[in-house]
């Protein structure tokens, strides 16, 4: 079953979330010791948890008085504001995934009309390397990048360098292809784009760049030898230093350049390549892989277990007349005989008792004040 309050508990499970992923993207220590892929891993569970929200038959609901049950009693004082903020929020999400639809098309548009140049060293190079898709060398490519999440194309510039070199940029293009990095980075565009709203959401999606890109680094630094680690640190810092020219990035493209821009995660991104130059890339252990999985598992199931929801005032037409101290989710009939009308009590779960005027939370009371005789007349209900 999927409810509006199944919707806000994985809005804020994808947010809180996301947080740690974004600390620990910045420990270099973590980074060396396979928390790339693990970062990678961990974000696309949060977000297939984001894109179920479901409540089983052992969900447990947890209810708030406080700020969830503020926001759904001011919703229900002001429906057509809550309506404008679906309003918005709609808006705002076409907006953006027009903005993005016609960034592509126009990207595609750009490499369609880029200007090839007959490279056979490139190609003979991009054989040997297994690579089937077209390579293009184009004089207005800046920097080698990948395009296309089904049909793949790599893009490169004229390059004056030895073969060497340009075998180790076709590695690290080849990594993007068979990580499916351009799927990747398309659904958390599209995903970004439906929580425009969502600065977690926004952040990750820049943050993504650098991290398919030491992906890819790490593969390649494993495979290579010492030699050929020291030279691919050489290219990439010159690289970096050549991306800051450039303005636009292509939409969804593996651009170099656009993770280079950004000279905080440039910065951490060249100063792991330095240490994988002397200490190359390992593989996580199998038993921690499994505890890793067993652990991610476990969590995510976990958060299905709890769902928040707003504490709401029971309506009128909820109510039923008794004695004693009893809450009913499903009766009708309830008329207040004695005492301000539409005034009771209420005991929630937590054992605090609330006074209500006209369905209005009005403050908390003492016991003491509940059974003295200024609110003798009031009846009390009971949270189950």
């Known amino acids: 079953m999927i409810s509006g309050s199944s919707v806000l508990s994985a809005l804020a499970i994808y947010t809180f979330a996301m ?44 209810h708030s008085w406080n700020l969830l049950g503020v926001a759904q ?24 995934v027009t903005r993005d639809v016609y960034i592509l098309w126009r ?6 009309n880029y200007t090839k140049v007959d490279s056979p060293e490139v190609q003979k190079i991009a054989e040997s390397l297994s690579i089937t898709c077209p390579v293009v060398v184009s004089p207005q490519v800046s920097g080698p ?41 398309l659904f958390y565009g599209v995903l970004s784009a439906v929580l425009w709203w969502n600065p977690v959401a926004l952040v990750f999606r820049k943050a ?14 494993s495979s290579v030898s010492s030699e050929k680690r020291k030279t691919y640190y050489d290219m990439i810092l010159a690289l970096s230093e050549l991306a800051v020219l450039e303005e636009e990035e292509l939409a969804f493209s593996l651009d170099e350049s656009a993770a280079m821009r950004r000279t905080c995660d440039a910065k951490r991104r060249l100063n792991l390549l330095s240490k994988w130059v002397d200490n190359p890339p390992q593989k996580l252990k199998l038993p921690s892989v499994i505890a890793g ?18 504490a709401s005032i029971p309506l009128k037409e909820t109510f039923e007349p008794g004695e004693g101290i009893f809450y009913s989710g499903k009766c009708e009939g309830f008329e207040l005989s004695q005492g ?13 008792y609330q006074l209500f005027v006209n369905y209005e939370f009005s403050r908390y009371l003492t016991y003491d004040e509940v059974i003295s005789e200024q609110y003798s007349n009031l009846r009390i209900y009971e949270e189950e």
């Open 340 to 352: 301000p009308q539409d005034a009771f009590v209420l005991k929630n779960l937590d054992g605090k």
């Open 73 to 96: 009693r001011f919703i229900r004082a002001h429906p057509d504001f809550f309506r404008l903020l679906r309003v918005i929020w709609i808006v705002g999400a076409v907006i953006v």
């Open 19 to 62: 947080v740690p992923l974004f600390f620990l993207r910045k420990r270099e220590h973590f980074l060396m010791m396979g928390g790339i892929s693990i970062l990678l891993a961990a974000s696309l569970l949060i977000a297939v948890r984001l894109l179920l929200p479901l409540e089983i038959p052992i969900t447990h609901p947890i």
């Open 208 to 221: 993504l760049d650098t991290l398919l890109e030491m992906r890819c680094d790490k593969k390649v630094m």
């Open 293 to 310: 999985c067993c652990l991610a598992v476990a969590l995510f199931f976990a958060s299905y277990l709890v769902v928040f929801q707003p």
């Open 145 to 185: 990048f990948v395009t296309g999440p089904l049909r793949h194309t790599i893009y490169l510039p004229i390059l004056e360098l030895p073969e060497e070199e340009i075998e180790l940029i076709l590695r690290h293009e080849r990594e993007h292809i068979r990580f499916h990095d351009a799927k990747i980075k």
């Open 107 to 112: 990207a595609h548009k750009a490499c369609r």
